[in-house]
């Protein structure tokens, strides 16, 4: 799977930084540095209808459709995804999960099945068929891409939701490679959220005296 930044709100900190300081009429102290702390404590008090201003876009390529099923139905996002019903799938590659790799008797039921779909969609196309109708045999598996755009509030969403342990390993993958591509584009904004050393998304508040 890969994952590339496409754009970002330009200054995205000091963006929220406005806005936040809008709702307590406290402009007056925005300086070079300021941005950090008034974020960093928006956070920590929940104050997140701020971060609605700031957007980034990611194109994810190498990734299962049984993965985009599950990305999509994060609504405030929006998505342009590879069409199967206009591009043709001759050349499909798949996804294969680690559990079934991992499993040598599991891997050749796994090419087997996928080896199927393949030719039985060539043969589709090859008889005539839409590509609409004959992707109908093409599995979860199949590999796709998708470009999505979120603002950063609902990006820390996906981000708690899809990267955490109960999540599924790929759209897991997936928000742990967002999580860190944004902690370098606005770290006051995801500083409370880390990538564990099992690779999930985990948050991390700093504790309160």
Not at 6 to 12: E, G, I, S, W
Not at 61 to 71: C, D, E, K, N, V
Not at 76 to 99: G, H, I, N, T
Not at 169 to 182: G, H, P, S, T
Request: glycine fraction near 4%.
């Amino acid at each position: 799977m890969e994952v590339e930044l496409l754009a970002v709100t330009p200054d995205a900190e000091k963006l929220i930084e406005r806005a936040g300081r809008t709702c307590y009429m406290s402009q007056d102290r925005i300086s070079g540095g300021s941005a950090s702390r008034f974020l960093r404590m928006l956070i920590s008090r929940g104050h997140l209808s701020v971060l609605e201003h700031a957007y980034a876009t990611f194109r994810v390529s190498g990734i299962s459709r049984a993965a985009t099923h599950q990305l999509v139905r994060h609504r405030l996002c929006s998505f342009s995804q590879k069409s199967q019903r206009y591009v043709k799938e001759r050349e499909a590659d798949f996804v294969v999960p680690p559990s079934i790799r991992a499993n040598q008797e599991a891997m050749r039921v796994f090419d087997g099945f996928v080896s199927a779909s393949r030719d039985a969609y060539i043969r589709l196309i090859d008889l005539g068929i839409p590509k609409e109708d004959a992707r109908f045999v093409m599995p979860n598996a199949a590999s796709s891409e998708i470009v999505m755009s979120a603002n950063f509030r609902e990006l820390r969403h996906v981000m708690l939701t899809r990267g955490s342990k109960q999540a599924q390993w790929e759209v897991r993958r997936l928000a742990v490679k967002i999580l860190r591509l944004m902690k370098q584009q606005a770290p006051n904004v995801f500083f409370d959220l880390e990538v564990t050393e099992e690779e999930f998304v985990e948050q991390r508040l700093p504790e309160t005296s």
